[in-house]
């Protein structure tokens, strides 16, 4: 069996996958070749099964080095529940749990050790590191290793000592889902990998619908939206613990099972907290941003940033908590003026150089945030990936766009302005320097008296940062970041110049003149469930099972398996192993009360499953009519009905033409409304 067979058996067997995700294939591959790694991964892209399906087929022990422990405790229990031994080690065993996790995994009794960064340092486990065979180390959030990364841990440092100090190097794997140029840098010279593969899957999450808005009453905004989405989970990022708290308090007060979450709580109530959410005891968290790398829930729905982030990539990294099982996901931000004049404050009193970054980072979250331009397109820019479609179709700025209008004229006038004033300027400074602004700073360079000083005075300075921003999307000058921003014309700017052509930009939004303030929208959508019903009892079963098992919902079966299973309606151990998600081992775990669930509402419903429908030659065109018109009265979806028969979506639509031309009427509205865009709340 080839490397490629045995890992492709190892998916299906522990994950119910019958192949991998983009990216996973030539990870995983590498790393039992013997080659190091560097991979770039969104969240909910599958990571961890990139080093876990080399684990569970390599001799050694793999030791994942994590920053959280509650990130840990939820991966070893999901890990053990597939039939892959997994432990951890950290600071809420005492020592004699610990000590026996030490002897099996000396023994060979345990395939994945999660520790945290800090655990390398100390001597005894140096001294169980020397003893232990290690074929694998991955290092979990890599980022952590940078100063320019958002969550910089100093004990990051450590982990290149540390497998330097043992008697045989491992290969090692770094993983992370947000990283700029700088911070990939980063990660491999800190880390000393080893010339490593590196795999950047990109960082579209096709799934999440981005949207700002700057409600009147924030609290109101919230609580109508969850009022209205009484049944999905939702997490809540607030700028301080105090507002934190007030925030939970204040749904709390109006019935919504509500927890906070932030660094100030001891450990016993943080913990409480996360496990009141991950086991759906709490259907919302309100948290600082110290409950972001440590949530492994997968059915999260709406991820709210109650203030605006302090930095694009942070907020990337929040918003990833959403969707995660591949289901929608809606990341919305309330702005608000007051928020940027909070986070400026925060920022006095540090040291100058910290408070530039700063204001750069926060410089670009106000400029997603009133932008009008694609958001996804805008978010992918900042970590270098170039977004080709015009309209994404899943933010608010692309569902109701603005006019565009002829920039042409203003880009070459910026890019010429640029050239002349030279690379030592932000995009403010450049704005100001066209409109005409005579500010302290203006003068001290004497571009007052420059010729393009007030050149652009007929537009105000938000045109002129929409103009420059373009130009930065269009690749047509580059933006130093590591230098505070500082932009320069490039090679493709002079080519522009030269040889210019039409440019359309769209203006940013001014919230202060635009009337309906809280008109951010999201497609609400529906789950990939083609049962409805079938699907709200698979949850609640889902709910009991968890509970008798003392697990969180999702370990038992994630959303997209219970779809799967309210189309595909299983009723044998062996059909529901095919299950998207499922695998041998949970079917044998915990399938079978879902199998005799499914069997009698199948039997009592009279319905016709897709692998009863098997019929050859012409008597398949009559068993897809039965299943199309049994399918369409269940309100199923359209791609789900087309995949359950193997037809591509014309095939489908011939077929429904059919059947409404032979006299039976459908009643598909519920699909056509299901594609309109409608408001999240």
Wanted: proline share 5%.
């Amino acid at each position: 069996m080839t490397a490629h067979q045995a890992a492709l058996e190892a998916l299906t067997r522990y994950f119910g996958y019958d192949s991998f995700r983009p990216g996973q294939q030539g990870i995983v591959e590498a790393l039992l070749a013997g080659h190091d790694v560097l991979g770039v991964m969104p969240t909910g892209a599958g990571k961890s099964v990139c080093y876990q399906i080399p684990a569970a087929l390599s001799p050694g022990m793999t030791l994942v080095i994590s920053p959280l422990i509650s990130l840990m405790r939820d991966q070893v229990d999901a890990l053990n529940d597939l039939g892959l031994p997994a432990a951890f080690i950290n600071t809420t065993q005492t020592p004699d749990e610990q000590a026996m996790v030490f002897a099996q995994a000396a023994a060979g009794q345990i395939k994945l050790l999660y520790v945290a960064p800090e655990r390398l340092e100390t001597g005894r486990f140096r001294d169980f590191a020397a003893r232990t065979p290690i074929s694998l180390i991955a290092v979990d959030e890599a980022h952590c290793v940078s100063q320019w990364g958002m969550n910089f841990r100093p004990d990051y440092l450590a982990v290149a000592d540390f497998v330097a100090s043992l008697p045989a190097r491992p290969v090692v794997a770094a993983f992370t889902a947000t990283a700029t140029g700088r911070v990939r840098a980063d990660i491999e010279e800190l880390l000393h990998l080893q010339n490593p593969a590196q795999v950047t899957t990109g960082f579209d999450r096709p799934n999440l619908y981005y949207g700002v808005m700057r409600p009147r009453s924030k609290d109101s905004a919230l609580l109508e939206l969850l009022e209205h989405h009484a049944e999905d989970s939702c997490i809540v990022y607030c700028a301080t613990r105090k507002e934190t708290e007030r925030v939970a308090g204040m749904l709390t007060d109006r019935g919504i099972e509500a927890r906070c979450y932030h660094a100030g709580m001891e450990q016993e109530a943080r913990r409480a907290s996360q496990e009141d959410f991950v086991f759906d005891r709490a259907r919302v968290m309100v948290a600082t941003n110290a409950f972001g790398m440590g949530i492994d829930k997968p059915d999260v729905r709406y991820v709210i940033h109650y203030d605006i982030p302090k930095s694009l990539e942070g907020y990337y990294q929040e918003t990833g908590r959403a969707g995660r099982d591949g289901g929608d996901g809606h990341c919305l931000t309330f702005y608000s003026y007051k928020d940027i004049q909070k986070l400026e404050k925060f920022m006095q009193g540090k040291p100058v150089a910290e408070q530039e970054i700063g204001k750069l980072l926060l410089l670009e979250t106000v400029s997603y945030a009133e932008s009008s331009m694609c958001r996804r397109k805008t978010l992918l820019h900042y970590f270098g990936e170039e977004y080709p479609e015009e309209n994404c179709g899943c933010c608010d700025n692309c569902l109701h766009p603005k006019p565009k209008i002829d920039a042409q004229a203003s880009l070459r006038m910026a890019l010429e302005a640029l050239r002349d004033l030279g690379d030592k300027f932000k995009a403010d400074y450049l704005a100001s320097v066209l409109v005409g602004k005579n500010t302290a700073l203006i003068k001290s360079y004497g571009h007052n008296k420059s010729e393009w000083f007030g050149a652009g005075a007929d537009h105000d300075i938000r045109y002129w940062g929409a103009v420059i921003r373009q130009a930065l999307i269009m690749g047509l000058i580059d933006k130093n970041i590591e230098n505070y921003g500082l932009l320069s014309i490039n090679a493709k700017g002079e080519e522009f110049i030269a040889a210019p052509r039409p440019v359309y930009i769209t203006l940013d939004h001014d919230y202060d003149e635009e009337e309906k303030e809280t008109d951010a929208v999201a497609p609400t959508g529906k789950g990939g469930a083609a049962d409805e019903e079938l699907f709200s009892m698979l949850k609640d079963l889902r709910k009991k099972v968890a509970r008798q098992h003392d697990l969180p919902p999702f370990v038992i079966f994630q959303d997209p398996s219970l779809e799967d299973m309210a189309i595909q309606y299983p009723i044998t151990i062996e059909e529901m192993q095919n299950i998207s998600g499922v695998g041998v081992g949970k079917a044998r775990k915990f399938g079978e009360e879902f199998i005799r669930l499914i069997r009698t509402y199948v039997e009592e419903k009279e319905i016709v499953r897709p692998q009863d429908m098997i019929v050859k030659s012409v008597g398949n065109k009559s068993g897809n009519k039965i299943f199309i018109i049994q399918a369409i009265d269940r309100k199923m979806d359209f791609e789900d009905i087309a995949r359950a028969k193997d037809l591509d979506f014309d095939e489908l639509l011939t077929e429904i033409e059919g059947i409404v031309n032979s006299g039976t009427k459908l009643d598909i509205s519920y699909y056509i409304e299901v594609r309109t865009p409608q408001r999240p709340y």
